[in-house]
Nanobody
Framework: QAQLQESGTGLVKPSQTLSLTCAVSGDSITSPGYYWSWIRQPPGDDLEWLGYIAYSGSVYYSPVFSSRVSISRDTSKNQCTLRLFAVTPQETSVYCC?????????????????????WGQGTQVTVSS
């Protein structure tokens, strides 16, 4: 079965770039029909879409983050990477990656749900000077 593991630095300074990698095992990030997604949950708040990279390589970014988010992949390493630029302390959150089908993505769901798809365990990122 597919397993997903987030990794990256847990502390980022304001104005710098948050970078996280999702390592995938048990499946290929090019498997047809799957969308490799990033979601976050700030303290005391709801789950929030960041974006995804599809099996085809196409990307979607949440309008909430304007032009500050980038999602890419390395097919040779079976990994995808999230980058969030010019972060503020308000970006402090638990960040998760997930394997979803199209009907589980923000194309059809306004709110993420951990009851669908396969999810990593999440990783805490704190933005602080």
């Amino acid at each position: 079965q597919a397993q997903l593991q987030e990794s990256g630095t847990g502390l980022v300074k304001p104005s710098q770039t948050l970078s996280l990698t999702c390592a995938v095992s048990g499946d290929s990030i090019t498997s047809p029909g799957y969308y490799w997604s990033w979601i976050r949950q700030p303290p005391g708040d709801d789950l929030e879409w960041l974006g995804y990279i599809a099996y085809s390589g196409s990307v979607y970014y949440s309008p909430v983050f304007s032009s500050r988010v980038s999602i890419s992949r390395d097919t040779s390493k079976n990994q995808c990477t999230l980058r969030l630029f010019a972060v503020t302390p308000q970006e402090t959150s638990v960040y998760c990656c997930a394997r979803l089908r199209v009907d589980q993505t923000p194309r059809l769901r306004s709110q993420p749900s951990t009851t669908t798809g396969r999810w990593g365990q999440g990783t805490q990122v704190t933005v602080s000077s």
